[in-house]
């Protein structure tokens, strides 16, 4: 306690001889020392700042990495289902089925002025080979090498086309894309369908396997010798995106 009331007389006999002038040699090297200390405590606080930042830049990135794992593991696991769901069907026959598939990102429109065709960040791509493309366990378009670059076509587009059975009784048809819907082409007038069928992949095209859900046929159009159905598809596609792409249908 008597230290302590030393160092506060000290204190205010310093702050006395600064305040009336009293001792130009005293005062000069008390107001450095104040200078001093000035500058260390900025010189704590902007360091403090820093870390600060730096611990929140960080913070907010592994928030940011977190969110990507989880939706990429949703359609790994997704995928997963659809090689387990075949297995099972083709027990039978002693066989067994696991397409491989790989996760791609769309990079960007190829067209600006159209929403349906988008490059791929894919190196898989064969000359002639048309994929597969699916996006949350739904089909999504295809995907065809175009100068050498990965170009998804969108179910929205009218070359994207690919084979598919619809409803329970499997009736075969060929689906086209036709701007924000589908359209299934050159059914048999004589098959029974009716609006509400569900519509997926057939896989005798050797572009998927079977099974991928499509869509429902929400209207149907009696042309001169076949049937069309339209469709609205369940993929709701955002660009850009993370998609899988079927790589192999026979492995």
Not at 14 to 33: A, E, T, V
Not at 139 to 162: E, H, T, W, Y
């Amino acid at each position: 306690m008597i230290k302590n009331r030393y160092f506060y007389l000290f204190i205010i006999l310093i702050l006395i001889l600064i305040k009336y002038n009293y001792n130009g040699i005293l005062k000069k090297p008390i107001l450095g020392m104040s200078m001093a200390i000035n500058e260390y405590y900025v010189s704590i606080i902007n360091d403090f700042e820093n870390i600060k930042n730096k611990y929140i830049g960080q913070k907010n990135t592994i928030v940011k990495l977190k969110k990507e794992v989880a939706t990429l593991k949703t359609q790994a696991l997704l995928s997963s289902a659809f090689a387990s769901k075949l297995n099972s069907l083709l027990k039978d026959k002693s066989m067994t089925y696991n397409p491989e598939v790989s996760l791609t990102m769309a990079i960007s429109y190829v067209d600006i002025a159209n929403y349906n065709r988008v490059w791929l960040n894919f190196k898989g791509l064969k000359k002639d080979k048309i994929f597969g493309l699916l996006y949350k366990g739904y089909s999504a378009g295809i995907v065809i090498n175009k100068n050498g670059r990965a170009m998804g076509l969108l179910q929205g587009d009218p070359k994207c086309i690919f084979s598919v059975y619809i409803g329970k009784d499997k009736l075969p048809g060929v689906i086209f894309g036709n701007r924000n819907s589908m359209i299934i082409r050159y059914i048999p007038s004589w098959m029974k369908l009716k609006v509400g069928d569900e519509v997926y992949t057939s896989g005798l095209d050797n572009i998927f396997f079977e099974g991928v859900r499509v869509g429902k046929v929400t209207k149907i159009i009696k042309e001169e010798s076949y049937l069309s159905a339209e469709v609205q598809p369940y993929a709701k596609v955002p660009v850009p995106g993370f998609f899988h792409i079927i790589t192999d249908l026979t492995h």
